[in-house]
């Protein structure tokens, strides 16, 4: 390794903490406590974990059948609908958000029927914080587990075949377990983004507090009011997701070892 | 009718596979070819893998393609052994050898010892509770022999069973799978590009050459008289079928011949004397006494090869520079003596016999 990589690799480094110490170095922590554990900074809290578990359990019920087509498939059009995935990645959120509020809100095409056939609103609700944070947080899912896929190929599919296994029975018993690494650092990586999701939700879900404003909106909802307390609920937050990654992380490693 | 038969015809962009054979139940059918012969697409065909444009494959009396039929790989009872073992490294070695049985429906506890039973078939029962990564190359290559023969299948294919094995593991696989292919009714298609394989597992020999089958017949002729020059110039080889002993090879004849025995020849077996034709040395005239290796022999013909010259002289190949034949005075009737080092003569257990074709 040439030495000089150094160099910018100090100042990426330094790109990601620095900020994060000085967020530290701003806080008062003598009233972090008092601050976290306000009722609103609770409720908060409450809201975006359980919004993100239910987006992840989402993102994995839908992606890994997704992720599975399109390292599989061999219809024409996979190419196509892989670009397509990626699209909430390269999108910003509040324009998904839009696209959501257009295809979901009373005017839009889907929102309509669900409204004149059951009566069900989707925008402004918690389901719609899901259906953002899904929609925002699935392309990391699916990308990492079709990468995956793709590069173990499918010869122990094929050999499970062989041995008389039905395509049911290979995936239960071989594509998935062979996944399992994969699909623990997406998982993290789905729910560390849901969990962070300010955009779509604010655009689509708007930000009315027990319902839909989760951490990331009461910060914001803070930083105007109470700059000391948008600070406390950045750094809980930050040490959300610590706790997210170093948790997690190592177990989704163990998963399968060749 | 038991056994396999089958015809088909694979069209791929400029290659195109052509190819017919049947294999008995019980028989062993050896697929000769260099790389791009087609050797590869003839095996997915069998599995159910890939579908020919034409043609039919029909195992045990069904029919898997063919007629509008393509029965998939899972309901086709081909079990298939490639050069890597993939054990699934997720499952203990005894959970590999009872997927087949479990996918079949069977009780785990019973597929564990239907899994059990293989294991010790293939002399690998101790490695019941490992992973696959705690086995090594010949290791897993037994193990995924179990447990391709525990989902019982009709046919069985093996796609270089040995091209992955370091050199020391391959004759005990090699043994093993001489061992194991003859019981039953299963046939077997084994893919190599070694004559070797096909000299010591099977009965018949099909030679693959861009997707044309060029030659056909049982093992020992094929690679003892290749018709073809192609044929030749893999596989010709010198072939003497005798007993082994331990020195050598006793011939039919009585001679004996010095060799190095192979690792899995046993000493008073059936066996074959092997060398290659660039490992004969010529000298012109008769003997005087009878050094070891030496045979005499009138010369039948000179054919020109690439660089070389192949003599036939008897039953016998010899490749010579085409200085060496002018040297020499070599011409059809002149009597020559051939003689090979004992070092470059392998001795392998020759192919079982196998029951006449139904």
Redesign the interface.
């Known amino acids: 390794m040439p030495w000089v990589l150094w160099i910018p690799a100090a100042v990426a480094l330094a790109l990601v903490v620095l900020p994060v110490a000085g967020l530290l170095t701003r806080s008062d922590l003598s009233r972090f406590p008092e601050l976290v554990t306000s009722s609103s900074s609770l409720r908060a809290l409450r809201l975006s974990l359980e919004t993100a578990a239910l987006s992840t359990v989402a993102c994995v019920v839908l992606g890994v059948p997704l992720a599975v087509v399109l390292a599989r498939s061999r219809v024409r059009g996979t190419r196509v609908l892989r670009a397509v995935v990626l699209l909430p990645l390269v999108l910003p959120p509040v324009v998904g958000g839009l696209a959501l509020l257009y295809l979901l809100g009373r005017k839009g095409f889907l929102g309509y029927v669900l409204d004149a056939v059951m009566g069900v609103q989707v925008p402004f609700t918690t389901a719609a914080v899901v259906i953002a944070q899904t929609f925002v947080a699935m392309p990391f899912l699916v990308v990492s587990l079709e990468g995956a896929l793709r590069g173990a190929g499918d010869?122990?599919e094929?050999?499970?075949?062989?041995?008389?296994?039905?395509?049911w029975?290979?995936f239960r018993?071989?594509t998935v377990?062979?996944l399992?690494p994969a699909l623990g650092s997406g998982v993290v990586l789905s729910f560390a983004r849901a969990l962070g999701e300010f955009g779509a939700t604010i655009t689509f879900a708007g930000s009315l507090e027990g319902e839909t404003r989760t951490l990331p909106l009461e910060v914001y909802n803070q930083a105007e009011a109470d700059i000391d307390s948008a600070v406390a609920l950045a750094l809980l937050l930050i040490v959300v997701a610590v706790v997210v990654i170093a948790v997690a992380r190592p177990r989704s490693l163990e998963g399968?070892?060749? | 009718m038991t056994g396999l038969r089958v015809d088909i015809a694979v069209r791929r962009g400029e290659f195109e596979l052509d190819a017919g054979f049947e294999v008995p139940a019980g028989g062993v059918l050896a697929v000769l070819g260099p790389n791009g012969s087609g050797k590869s697409t003839v095996l997915a065909c069998l599995?159910?893998?890939l579908r020919p444009g034409r043609g039919e494959v029909v195992l045990a009396g069904r029919r898997l393609t063919g007629d509008g039929v393509h029965v998939?790989?899972?309901?086709?009872?081909?079990?298939?052994l490639?050069q890597?073992p993939?054990l699934?490294?997720?499952?203990s070695v005894v959970d590999n050898v009872a997927?087949?049985p479990k996918?079949?429906g069977v009780p785990t506890r019973q597929a564990r010892e239907v899994a059990a039973r293989w294991l010790s078939e293939v002399d690998a029962a101790g490695l019941a509770d490992r992973?696959p990564?705690q086995l090594s190359g010949g290791q897993a290559q037994r193990v995924a022999i179990a447990?391709?023969l525990a989902?019982e299948?009709d046919l069985l294919?093996l796609d270089e069973p040995f091209a992955a094995l370091d050199v020391d593991a391959a004759p005990a696989i090699r043994a093993l799978l001489r061992r194991i292919l003859r019981d039953g009714d299963r046939a077997t298609v084994l893919v190599t590009h070694d004559p070797l394989d096909a000299l010591t597992l099977a009965d018949t020999v099909l030679v693959l050459s861009g997707g044309d089958v060029v030659e056909r017949g049982p093992t020992k002729e094929v690679l003892s008289a290749p018709r073809t020059a192609f044929t030749a110039r893999i596989a010709g080889l010198n072939l003497i079928s005798g007993t082994a002993v331990p020195e050598g090879l006793r011939a039919e004849d009585g001679t004996v011949i010095a060799g190095m025995l192979a690792a899995e020849t046993v000493a008073g077996q059936p066996a074959v004397a092997v060398f290659a034709p660039n490992a004969v040395a010529v000298y012109a005239g008769r003997a005087h006494g009878s050094p070891r290796n030496t045979i005499e022999a009138e010369v039948s013909a000179l054919e020109p090869h690439g660089p070389v010259v192949r003599l036939r002289a008897g039953a016998f190949t010899a490749d010579l520079t085409p200085a060496a034949v002018a040297d020499l005075g070599l011409e059809p009737g002149v009597v020559v003596r051939l003689a090979v080092k004992a070092t470059t003569v392998a001795v392998h257990p020759a192919p079982a016999a196998v029951g006449s074709a139904p």
């Open positions: 010869r122990y094929r050999v499970a075949s062989t041995l008389g296994a039905p395509p029975t290979v018993r071989v377990p062979l399992l399968v070892r060749a | 599995a159910g893998l998939p790989p899972h309901r086709r009872r081909v079990g298939l490639a890597d993939l699934f490294p997720h499952l997927f087949a996918a079949k992973k990564a447990r391709a989902g299948p294919l």
